[in-house]
């Protein structure tokens, strides 16, 4: 009966090991190049990297001139941003009580970590000077779809209903731009594109590294095999002839305006 009471209370969790997340992860700040782009940081502007990780990407807009504060919810992720000697905070986003300070409020793969989107809005819309920029990147629609599918299936047979469990939210273009403008922002660009995206080491480490929340759900002895079954019915999707893994992500990219 502990056991049990251990399983059901780690459950729907996600932890953040910062030295799994830059073996297995680290194409998530490689990838985010197109999003500082976008952003187009000026030297000398004030802004907040939001849902910062562990600084990888906040330490190349911190080169570009820019004075930027990182925050994210994992205290282990900050105290690896902090290592890069970046000014980076613990914060929960969805609590966000920032004066409007920054010139821009940037985001890189983390507001998909965040399921009540309406106060995260609220919070970058207070955290922004007037004609301050939010310029961000998600997943968007479809994201990882045969990924959830295939732990899903595989969960579904061993008696668990992984639906309470998703900690994503993954919002269609129309979706999310109706918010940004209910929040107050004009928007400016907004779409939806499919990257799939090579895995370094694997689908049972992304697993491990994203899906911890749907693994928690069954005891630890159980969770190899787990992974394992969910990769055979995801390797007709995902895996190549050369037997590399792939994850088919869709990303959402956006910049708006406060007026």
Known sequence: MAAEAKVQEEAGRQHWDPGRYARVARFVADLGMPVVELLAP???ERILDLGCGDGALTKKLADTGVLVVGVDASREQIAAAQRLGLDARVVDAENLSLP????????????HWMKKPDAV?????????PGGRFV??????GNVAACIAALTAAMVRRGVDPAPLNP?????????????RSAGFDVRHIELFARPTPLP??????FDTFGEAFLCAVPAAERAALKAEAEALAAPALRKP??????????LRFAAVKP
């Open 242 to 251: 050369d037997g590399s893994w792939f994850a088919d992500y869709v990303r």
């Open 136 to 141: 961000g990147e998600m997943g968007g629609a």
């Open 121 to 129: 809005l609220a919070g970058v819309r207070r955290a922004l000077k």
């Open 168 to 180: 994503w939210y993954f919002p269609t273009p129309e979706e999310y731009a109706g918010k940004l």
């Open 201 to 206: 080491t694997g689908l049972a480490d992304w």
């Open 42 to 44: 000026k030297p000398g």
């Open 100 to 111: 409007p300070a920054f010139d821009a409020v940037f985001s890189n793969a983390a507001l």
